[in-house]
């Protein structure tokens, strides 16, 4: 496979937070992505998945560097992110761009729509003065708003009319990758489907390649064609989406799968329930997943497995691959 | 924190105190503005064969000991007592918001030092500062204007930099850096105008202050000087006749307490009325 087929490249990327202590900083990091690596062709999605708290937000913000990653590489366009000065990350960041969870933190309670949708065209100089606001009467049209709506605050809309202003943000530079923060979370499940198709029908429009971070496996599975699973700042698993819902390889994943509701009662499966949470940092050695694991057995307390190609792009990180 | 100003009302109206306390600087103001209209007498114009006459309804707070009337004095001097008020503060918010805008979104090193200088700052006995200052410079008003606003920024760039620090970390703020936006930019457009409401709260309690600070110098001599009348410099000449003239004290004196204390209510009405809004903050 020729590498310039693929948009992104996420090569051990890692970000630990380090407490802030007064006299030393010798305390173990919080390792909040731990060395994941992935790639995205152009205009594929892929989807991010994992339970809350296991970094998958931070990979996100991290990947634009919204967040300093604290090691690794981003390929993007040719070139590492992470090397980029302010000046040139500044130059390359209208092709790529952060859709935010949560459509009411994300919008400047101060601006205009208008300003806010056109605020990038203005910075980047594309676009200024009457040339500006067709610009943005085009890309609210394009989100289903009103052109009439650039003159309005954030706080006259709804939630998801105000994620769509965040949405026409997104790609009011013409972006080629978007990350999405679980972007339909936050909105009433009627409003996340019509959310989710502006989505796939943007990415249809125009050419967009989505890496979609979501806690929900069944939004996931609908917008994604592939299919990333994270536990712990770890990648699990990674696999086509129908293979990854056909076959779950990785005892995390079946037990995510299983945790989908059902509408069929005698659908429903009797899988082993997840063991308690625990504290990961109790963990010096062995796989991270062990101590909830169903099937844990002595190897995995020993050592941790490697993220394997089990066929067709299936990777699996696990000892005991069923 | 978005800008309702019919529930802002709601609040401030409750306040009974501090829409008195706004109602009374509105009319300080109003005599500030007006004071050459409304003056009965030329407030230099000296009458020695009227000196220290008792209220009446010639002279409404009488005259002083050079036949001057208090009344009339007393209106210019309003006029100084709020524009060192005001421009004291708005030199104090320019490099408190500067100050503690750079500390709150950069942080870091340019924190720490900045906000050691602050403490550093604090640590002065502030108005022995200003005395030595402007015993330096030669007392003239615009040098207490100066000094005042640079030696009470502090509290402010405090405020601002926490502001600043809650600000920067919000998803509108991350969306304009994801925009590739500068510093500059997201500061002005995006930052500052979410951390300002709170800041003018302060602002007017800071007023009280810096009025309060401009008597005590005026009192002491090295603030406005004589003959231009200020509310201070008035209390000062009248502090010799105080057994024979109560009304050159007494007068001044309620004056400055009046707006001080207008000041402060109104602060703290303008407080409590953003505070709700401030808790949920959306």
Redesign the interface.
Known sequence: MAHNEYLLQVRDLTKYFYRQRFFSSDREPIRAVDGITFSIRKGETLGLVGESGCGKTTAGKAILRLIEPTSGQVLFKEGNILDLNREDLRRLRPHMQFIFQDPYESLNPRMRVGEIVGEGLEVHRIAQGKDKADRVSEILEKVGLHPGDAIRYPHEFSGGQRQRIGIARAISLNPQLIVADEPVSALDVSIQAQILNLLMDLRDQLGLTYLFISHDLRIVKHISDRIAVMYLGKMVEMANGEDLFRRPLHPYTQILLQAIPKLDPSKRSQGAPLREEFCPHDLKKGCLFQPRCPHSKEKCQMEEPLLLDHGEEHLVGCHFVS | ???QTKSFWHYFKQNRLAVAGLAIILVVFFIAGTASLIAPYDPGKTNVSKKLKSPSSEHLLGTDQLGRDVFSRMLYGSRISLSVGLVAVAISLVIGVFVGAIAGYYGRWADAVLMRFVDIMLCFPSFFLILTVVALLGPSMLNVMVVIGITSWMGTSRFVRAEFLSLRE???V?????????DR?IIL??IL??SLAPVFVTATLDVATAVLVEAGLSFLGFGVQPPAPSWGNILTEGRTYIFDAWWLTVFPGLAILMTVLSFNLLGEGLRDALDPRLRGR?
């Open positions: 924190m978005e800008f919000r998803d509108f991350q969306a304009a850096r994801a925009l590739g936006m500068k930019r457009r995006h105008p979410n959306r």
